[in-house]
T-cell receptor
Framework: DAKTTQPNSMESNEEEPVHLPCNHS???????IHWYRQLPSQGPEYVIH???SNVNNRMASLAIAEDRKSSTLILHRATLRDAAVYYC???????????????FGTGTQLKVEL | DSGVTQTPKHLITATGQRVTLRCSPR?????VYWYQQSLDQGLQFLIQ???????AKGNILERFSAQQFPDLHSELNLSSLELGDSALYFC???????????????FGEGSWLTVV
């Protein structure tokens, strides 16, 4: 699996936008960019994913660089509930015998303050 | 609620013992994944099953085994337990083993295992 690099931690104030960066310079053409987050004492949950174009959903937006070597997860208005570890994961979706498991890195611990 | 159910939620057992963790995937999901999360190792992929067959293997110890049954539920068996096996064990499920637009993987709330 291609490697991603994320800052260990970031801080934000409530109600402000948060931009969580991810570098993935060795991304291949068949790698989708996935973001998951893990709230304290819970299992990881899906946030968003994309391939080349920017993506929006009810939780967040994903901005993907034109060369696909980096991406940014955008939380438009952070709340205390968004305090979590955010994982940027590359996932090859070709049909392979190895399955399509998620390989988690260390992620970014997001702290949200009042 | 992700729809993935794991039991038990908490388990305390002694070294050398054997435990079984159970997972019921979301309705309709054919793939089941097991992950281990400890403080020093982060989230580690253990094994994946697809419709009853082993599909991928990660950092799973020989003392550990898993299977997926015809009704698609899965069990993770941990034997000869050591103190270092204390961790949170997550089960996850998805529709298929390969993705169209990257099918989402849904995680359960985990089973806390403490080995004393």
């Amino acid at each position: 699996d291609a490697k991603t690099t994320q800052p260990n931690s970031m801080e934000s104030n409530e109600e402000e936008p948060v931009h969580l960066p991810c570098n993935h310079s060795t991304i291949s053409g068949t790698d989708y960019i996935h973001w998951y987050r893990q709230l304290p004492s819970q299992g990881p949950e899906y946030v968003i994913h994309g391939l080349t174009s920017n993506v929006n959903n009810r939780m967040a937006s994903l901005a993907i660089a034109e060369d696909r070597k980096s991406s940014t997860l955008i939380l438009h208005r952070a709340t205390l509930r968004d305090a979590a570890v955010y994982y940027c994961i590359l996932r090859d979706v070709r049909i392979t015998g190895g399955g399509n498991k998620l390989t988690f890195g260390t992620g970014t611990q997001l702290k949200v303050e009042l | 609620d992700s729809g993935v159910t794991q039991t038990p939620k908490h388990l305390i057992t002694a070294t050398g013992q054997r435990v079984t963790l159970r997972c019921s995937p979301r309705s309709g999901d054919l793939s089941v994944y097991w992950y281990q999360q400890s403080l020093d190792q982060g989230l580690q992929f253990l094994i994946q099953y697809y419709n009853g067959e082993e599909r991928a293997k990660g950092n799973i110890l020989e003392r550990f085994s898993a299977q997926q049954f015809p009704d698609l539920h899965s069990e993770l068996n941990l034997s000869s337990l050591e103190l270092g096996d204390s961790a949170l064990y997550f089960c996850a499920s998805s529709v298929a083993t390969w993705g169209i637009s990257g099918n989402t993987i849904y995680f359960g709330e985990g089973s806390w295992l403490t080995v004393v």
